[in-house]
């Protein structure tokens, strides 16, 4: 099983960027396919994108289309969320999770992930 472990939320303005990181132990996710969901207040949880890192396909939301971006470094099975022109509608609290089952299509459900972290916040004041 892997562990994942979110950071790097904080507070920022509108227009500003943070970049969220998501450390995984237990075993390599260099060949799970890794997602960011987030979750607003009185919200469900939505998609924000994944990463299939063997098909090289990426699966982006529309909100987020264009700022947002992914990243990793293997050495440290981190994987890291960029997001860019932040917007205020972005507040919510950010997980990380992890399909180990299916490496080859970046899912959007979320329902497909089989390992989550405990989610870090992110606001971003107008």
Sequence with gaps: QVQLVESGGGLVQAGGSLRLSCAASG??????????FRQAPGKEREFVLSISWISERTSY????????????????????LQMNSLKPEDTAVYYCAA???????????DRDYDCWGQGTQVTVSS
Excluded at 62 to 75: E, P, Q
Aim: aromatic content about 8%; overall charge positive; hydrophobic content about 35%.
């Design 27 to 36: 075993r390599t996710v260099s060949r799970a396919v890794m997602g960011w």
């Design 61 to 80: 939301a529309d909100s987020v289309k264009g700022r947002f971006t992914i990243s990793r470094d293997n050495a440290k099975n981190t994987v890291y």
């Design 99 to 109: 399909d180990l089952s299916r490496p080859v299509v970046p899912s959007r459900n």
